[in-house]
């Protein structure tokens, strides 16, 4: 039988310790949250391994959803500098996991899934941990959440390629939003910040992760 508190130790002190995650309520939230109940239950075994774990294979045109590689993404809420009375948007929830690490960090988060499955079983697997601060909303991604905005704080829990107007629509003032944009080797970590209704972002450090559905760029023509 799998020893998950140890699996999860082992995991802080192997991959995010090392990759310059040093804020103790990230690592404290990595170290509580059980990683394993959010990944299909014939890879659980497999759910603190230094790789991205697919929660939902393609189809029917949609790709392939994935939990974040556990240092990019400890390192991608430590960049959003959480506080205990923010509201956190998380967009591209999938089963839930990175939700419930901003639930300890966060007074409220709102997890924004398009992919209704993904989204019922993140419902129950939050619940199941008691993690009533987060309202699990189903809709389009590069929509946003416009009906629970303002958020202090909004997360892309996967990569994209391009990051709509909308959000800047959805911050509150003074408000981060943190994601990895570009995919593979090309993808960069940056931090927006809101003043005056405009975003404003730098790159913060290199990541990789797999790319949230209906952010790519638009297709370009050439004559």
Not at 48 to 68: C, N, T, W
Not at 160 to 168: D, H, K, R
Request: glycine content about 12%.
């Amino acid at each position: 039988m799998t020893d998950w508190a140890t699996a999860r130790r082992t995991m802080v002190d192997n991959q995010v310790r090392t990759n310059d995650v040093t804020d103790l309520g990230v690592i404290d939230a990595m170290m509580t949250v059980p990683r394993e109940l959010f990944v299909p239950g014939a890879l659980r075994s497999l759910a603190y391994i230094d790789e991205h774990m697919q929660v939902k294979p393609g189809h029917s045109g949609a790709p392939s959803r994935f939990l974040m590689q556990p240092a990019p993404l400890a390192k991608l809420i430590q960049l959003a500098e959480i506080g205990p009375g923010d509201k956190v948007l998380v967009v591209g929830a999938s089963t839930g996991y990175a939700a419930a690490l901003v639930a300890g960090l966060a007074s409220a988060v709102v997890a924004l899934e398009e992919d209704a499955e993904l989204a019922a079983e993140a419902g129950r697997t939050l619940a199941g941990l008691g993690l009533d601060t987060v309202k699990v909303v189903v809709g389009r991604l590069s929509a946003g959440a416009p009906a629970e905005a303002p958020f202090d704080v909004i997360l892309f829990d996967g990569a994209i390629e391009t990051l709509p107007e909308v959000f800047a629509g959805q911050l509150a003032e003074g408000g981060r939003l943190v994601a990895i944009e570009g995919y593979g080797l090309a993808g960069r970590a940056k931090l927006y910040r809101s003043s005056g209704g405009t975003l404003s972002g730098r790159a913060r450090f290199n990541a990789a992760a797999r790319p949230l559905p209906g952010f790519e760029k638009a297709a370009e023509f050439v004559f």
